[in-house]
C-alpha cells in the first residue's frame, strides 16, 4: 500500500488523512494539531472524539494533546528572571492553572509530503506581539511534525523562543490510549507496563507535589512487572524515569498479547499516568519534561525538568506510537 495524505472529516472534524503501511492516522490542526486517530487493521490505538461537540468541549481528553505548560502551575503564578508570570485559572476547584491551552489553539499546516512508504505533515503556531500565548510575554514558535510508516507514528515538536529574553518551557503530551483498543468490551483484559524509577508523591487536596519520592511500593512494582491493569481503578500518579534511557509504555491486551508501545526520551522525562476513575474508556499516557509546578519548586532544575530556553534557542522533543503484535 502507497503513503498518502487527504483533507477529510472524521466525525464532523476536519484535518488530514495520513495512510502508510497499515496505519491509518487522522491530525485536527484547528485544535493544537491533535492526532486524534490512529488505527492499524481493527485496531484503534487512540480514544477518539465521537463527534466535534465532544472533542471540542473537552480537547485535552482525545488523541495526542499538546500541553503547554505540562500540568499544574500553583495559583497560576511563578517567578522567573525578574518578573512574575500571571496565567489563568482554569482548575477552579483547586485553584491551579493546568496543561495551558495550545490544544485549543488552531495551528496552520506548514508542509506535507508522502513517499512510497511513509506520509509526512507538519503545522506551525507562532506566538507573536500582537497575537500573545494568554498572558505568557514571550513570541515563540512551535512546529508540530508527524510521520507515518510502516512502523507507526512519530510526532516530533520543537519549540523556539523568538522573543529578545529568556523564557521558561516546559512541554508535555496528554496523550489517551483507547482502553480497549481491540473493541472486544472487556478493559479488564488490558495491563500497563512502564519504566519508572520512582514516583512522585502528591498532596491529593491540592495535587502538588510533597517533595517526597517513593522508590518502591505495590504501584511501582505493578507498572515495572507489567501486572497493573487500569480498569475500574482510580489511576493518577507522577513518575520519574531513568534520563539515560528510552522511556516507554505498554499497554497489553493479554489473550493476544498485542501492544500500544508507547516511546519517547529525554527531555520527556516524566510521566503521569491518568484514567479518571478507571471506566470512562481511557487510560492517558503523560511524557513531560518538568514535574508538576516545576517552575515553583525548590528542586533544583537536573530534579524538576526546569528550564529556560535563551533568545533564539529551541527545545525539541519526540515521541514514536505502535501497534506491537
Known amino acids: 500500500m502507497t503513503s498518502r495524505i487527504n483533507k477529510e472529516e472524521l466525525n464532523g472534524i476536519s484535518g488530514y488523512r495520513l495512510e502508510a503501511g ?15 486517530q490512529l488505527s492499524k487493521g481493527e485496531a484503534d490505538l487512540l480514544r477518539t472524539p465521537p463527534s466535534q461537540e465532544e472533542f471540542f468541549a473537552q480537547p485535552n481528553l482525545y488523541g495526542t494533546p499538546l500541553l503547554f505548560p505540562p500540568n499544574r502551575i500553583n495559583s497560576g503564578r511563578f517567578t522567573f528572571g525578574g518578573r512574575e508570570y500571571c496565567l489563568p485559572i482554569n482548575e477552579q476547584e483547586r485553584g491551579h492553572h493546568i496543561h495551558g491551552f495550545l490544544s485549543s489553539t488552531p495551528f496552520k499546516p506548514k508542509e506535507r509530503w508522502c ?26 514558535s512551535v512546529e508540530s511534525s508527524f510521520s507515518l510508516d510502516e512502523t507507526g507514528l512519530t510526532h516530533a515538536l520543537t519549540i523556539t523562543n523568538t522573543s529578545e529574553t529568556a523564557m521558561p518551557v516546559g512541554v508535555g503530551f496528554h496523550t489517551a490510549f483507547n482502553a480497549d483498543f481491540l473493541h472486544e468490551g472487556r478493559e479488564e483484559a488490558y495491563v500497563l507496563k512502564v519504566d519508572a524509577d520512582q514516583e512522585i508523591l502528591i498532596e491529593r487536596s491540592t495535587f502538588m507535589p510533597t517533595g517526597e519520592y517513593a522508590r ?8 515495572r512487572e507489567g501486572s497493573y491493569r487500569p480498569y475500574a481503578q482510580a489511576l493518577s500518579n507522577h513518575l520519574t524515569t531513568k534520563t539515560d534511557q528510552v522511556h516507554e509504555i505498554w499497554y497489553t491486551h493479554l489473550p493476544s498479547q498485542r501492544s500500544i508501545h508507547y516511546s519517547t526520551s529525554s527531555p520527556l522525562d516524566y510521566w503521569m499516568l491518568f484514567n479518571k476513575g478507571g471506566k470512562e474508556g481511557f487510560v492517558c499516557a503523560e511524557p513531560q519534561t518538568w514535574i508538576i509546578d516545576a517552575p515553583n519548586s525548590k528542586l533544583p532544575p ?21 501497534l506491537i503484535g
Open 22 to 36: 497499515l496505519y491509518s492516522a487522522f491530525i485536527c490542526a484547528q485544535k493544537g494539531a491533535n492526532c486524534i
Open 216 to 223: 518502591d511500593n505495590a504501584l511501582l512494582t505493578a507498572l
Open 302 to 322: 537536573e530534579k524538576s525538568g526546569f528550564r529556560a530556553l535563551g533568545m533564539g534557542e529551541s527545545l525539541a522533543v519526540s515521541t514514536h506510537l505502535a
Open 115 to 140: 513517499t512510497a512508504k511513509e506520509a509526512h505533515i507538519s503545522f506551525l503556531y507562532e506566538a507573536t506581539a500582537s497575537e500573545p500565548y494568554l498572558s505568557f510575554g514571550h513570541t515563540f
